[in-house]
């Protein structure tokens, strides 16, 4: 995206020798109808991240529930603490 937006700001200061870069990476696009919606504020974040998780591991269903949410939030947490540290020099 940010390829295409130095892209079109060049085109309209009038550089037409600037030529649109290939993608550094594929993008996904997914439909909001097949990802769980939350029902509660606070969890925009971990449904985020789940579906990057999901997307990362080429799944094609999203099948978690807001009802999930306080588990995948601690294995998340615990993910996180238990990367943070280089536990084998403990």
Same mark, same amino acid.
């Given at each position: 995206m940010l390829h295409a937006v130095d892209?079109? /700001?060049r085109r309209?200061?009038?550089d037409m020798t600037y030529a649109l870069q290939n993608?550094?990476?594929p993008?996904?696009?997914v439909s909001r109808d097949r990802v769980p919606q939350q029902d509660r504020g606070g969890?925009? /974040?971990a449904h985020t991240l789940r579906l990057i998780e999901y997307l990362a591991?080429?799944?094609d269903t999203f099948d978690w529930s807001e009802n999930e949410?306080?588990?995948i939030r601690e294995k998340?947490?615990?993910e996180v603490f238990c990367n943070s540290k280089d536990w084998s020099s403990s």
């Open positions: 892209f079109h /700001g309209r200061r009038g993608k550094p990476f993008l996904n696009i969890n925009c /974040g591991a080429n799944r949410m306080g588990t998340m947490a615990v």
